[in-house]
């Protein structure tokens, strides 16, 4: 870096102004720092700084093999000139120095050999790369180089052929970065060590990677701790992990999850629809039963329609003989949570938990029939769920939500409605409601659709028809239909 920008400093003056030009370089590392990096990304404050004196300048970095840049190598070893006596001088003055200092320091060292060598951790390292064959033969390749020919490398040599520019030597020690190298023989014995803490793997391979190293470290890491029984015994529980839900319902009512549960020592029974989360509340006066069980869902079935799935958790009541040749009489497919794991019977769980907090704060002793709990139980179906919809307003529910316009008639009270898309339905003129167009002033002639009591009494009401004064169809409201209505006739 410092080379680079010593050399656009140079040759500022054909630089400056240039829409572009390319600067190549043999320090491979350098170009995604020069092309890639912003300043905020380049956290070593020197280089931070150099870049940022070349941010003047537009080009793109390559890499290019050292050997091909010929003519930048010959003229950075090429002496400009000869030297002078005192350039001799000086010379010959620092390597006086330098041979006084190495003399000193092998002096001390020898004298004080057994304190440096202390670390006995060292000291085995050392004895067993002398004694590993693989390692010796590694040490000498660092040093004489890597074979071009990757079938010239010995085979015992692969795994490290692609670490090389990583790898150094320290002695009779091999370094990969600032990671030993540890030999074979000692590799088992290091792998116990580091698993002195009964760490987990993540952690023990941060450890690990601060110190030591050898091919396929982090894969023994694992195996070592999965042989651990006592880290097997007391392994922490599993994640909880994203909600899987199975069954997609298209109407309301086609599948429904219950679950009994206890206020004030009485017990109650809650069944939920798993489409629009409408829940229906049954006192069981303390019988639990599987014969009481059953009443309770026939009655539940008059009144709604028989489901095609029927979820809930693995009481005895539920599993018992009884109740499942009941479910296999009626055609419903029985399925039941896993044994000791609420959370698969999540459904029915979340309405126990709302209706039994309903149930604390209206009617603490447990007696629902007071008007307190009725009045809270309606507003428990309207109020919204996290789709922003309630029970009550299903997004299959009734709403005045969709605009045609009346075509023509098909029988007394019926009528053909074509849809924006081009759908044509027919509809009853209960259905229906008349809706004038912005240009149109509201007036008597506007047909209406009667309300129930109107269709009970014997006044004759006016149906929707064709608008007299728009001389085209009027617009027409249908009201979708959904829960708690039949279901809509379609041509």
């Known amino acids: 870096?410092?080379?680079?920008?010593?050399?656009l400093t140079k040759c500022c003056l054909y630089l400056k102004g240039l829409p572009t030009f390319t600067l190549q370089t043999d320090d491979r590392p350098l170009v995604p720092i020069i092309n890639s990096y912003m300043?905020?990304?380049v956290e070593n404050p020197r280089l931070q700084r150099m870049k940022e004196r070349m941010s003047q300048y537009q080009f793109t970095a390559v890499w290019r093999a050292g050997k091909s840049l010929c003519i930048p190598g010959a003229l950075?070893?090429?002496?400009?000139?000869?030297?002078?006596?005192?350039?001799?001088?000086?010379?010959a003055e620092v390597t006086a120095h330098v041979r006084f200092v190495i003399t000193a320091t092998t002096a001390s060292q020898d004298k004080d050999a057994l304190t440096i060598d202390s670390d006995r951790t060292l000291q085995d390292i050392s004895i067993a790369a002398q004694a590993d064959p693989t390692y010796v033969r590694l040490r000498n390749c660092i040093?004489?180089?890597f074979p071009t020919n990757r079938y010239d490398l010995h085979a015992s040599l692969s795994p490290y052929r692609k670490l090389q520019e990583a790898l150094s030597t320290d002695g009779n020690l091999i370094l990969y970065g600032a990671r030993i190298l540890v030999p074979a023989a000692l590799r088992r014995h290091t792998l116990a060590r580091l698993h002195d803490s009964h760490r987990g793997v993540e952690a023990t391979k941060c450890r690990a990677r601060k110190t030591i190293f050898?091919?396929?470290?982090?894969?023994?890491?694992?195996?070592?701790?999965?042989?651990?029984?006592?880290?097997?015994v007391l392994r922490p529980s599993q994640q909880q992990e994203p909600l899987h839900n199975d069954d997609h319902p298209s109407r309301p009512f086609e599948s429904v999850s219950a679950d009994f549960f206890q206020v004030a020592g009485k017990s109650f029974l809650v069944v939920a629809d798993r489409l629009s989360g409408w829940p229906v509340v049954v006192p069981c006066k303390g019988n639990t039963t599987a014969s009481s069980t059953i009443q309770h869902f026939c009655r539940y079935f008059r009144e709604v329609g028989v489901p095609l799935l029927l979820c809930t958790d693995g009481g005895p009541q539920f599993t018992s003989k009884e109740f499942a040749d009941f479910t296999e009489r009626w055609?419903?497919?029985?399925?039941?949570?896993?044994?000791?794991?609420?959370?698969?019977?999540?459904?029915?769980?979340?309405?126990?938990?709302?209706?039994?907090?309903?149930?604390?704060?209206?009617?603490?002793?447990?007696?629902?029939?007071?008007?307190?709990?009725?009045c809270g139980l309606p507003e428990l179906r309207n109020t919204p769920n996290q789709s922003g919809c309630s029970p009550a307003q299903d997004p299959t529910s009734h709403r005045w939500?969709?605009?045609?316009?009346?075509?023509?008639?098909?029988?007394?009270?019926?009528y053909e409605i074509r849809l924006p898309s081009g759908r044509v339905l027919r509809r009853n003129r209960r259905f229906l409601y008349p809706v004038p167009s912005p240009n149109q002033v509201p007036n008597s002639d506007?047909?209406?659709?009667?309300?129930?009591?109107?269709?009970?009494?014997?006044?004759?009401?006016?149906?929707?028809?064709?608008?007299?004064?728009?001389?085209?169809?009027?617009?027409?409201?249908l009201l979708t239909m959904g829960l708690g209505f039949e279901k809509p006739i379609v041509s």
């Open 76 to 91: 950075s070893r090429a002496p400009v000139s000869y030297p002078t006596s005192e350039d001799m001088t000086g010379c």
């Open 39 to 41: 300043l905020d990304m």
């Open 143 to 145: 040093s004489s180089g």
């Open 214 to 232: 050898w091919p396929g470290i982090d894969t023994d890491i694992a195996n070592t701790i999965a042989a651990c029984e006592p880290c097997q």
């Open 1 to 7: 870096m410092l080379a680079v920008s010593w050399a």
């Open 446 to 477: 506007l047909p209406v659709v009667p309300s129930p009591d109107m269709e009970k009494s014997s006044i004759p009401s006016k149906a929707p028809r064709w608008s007299p004064k728009l001389n085209r169809p009027t617009g027409i409201l």
């Open 401 to 414: 939500d969709t605009v045609g316009t009346v075509i023509g008639g098909a029988r007394s009270r019926e």
């Open 331 to 374: 055609g419903v497919h029985h399925i039941t949570s896993s044994p000791h794991y609420p959370q698969s019977n999540g459904h029915a769980e979340a309405a126990v938990k709302a209706v039994k907090h309903l149930i604390l704060k209206t009617a603490p002793t447990g007696n629902i029939g007071c008007e307190d709990f009725d």
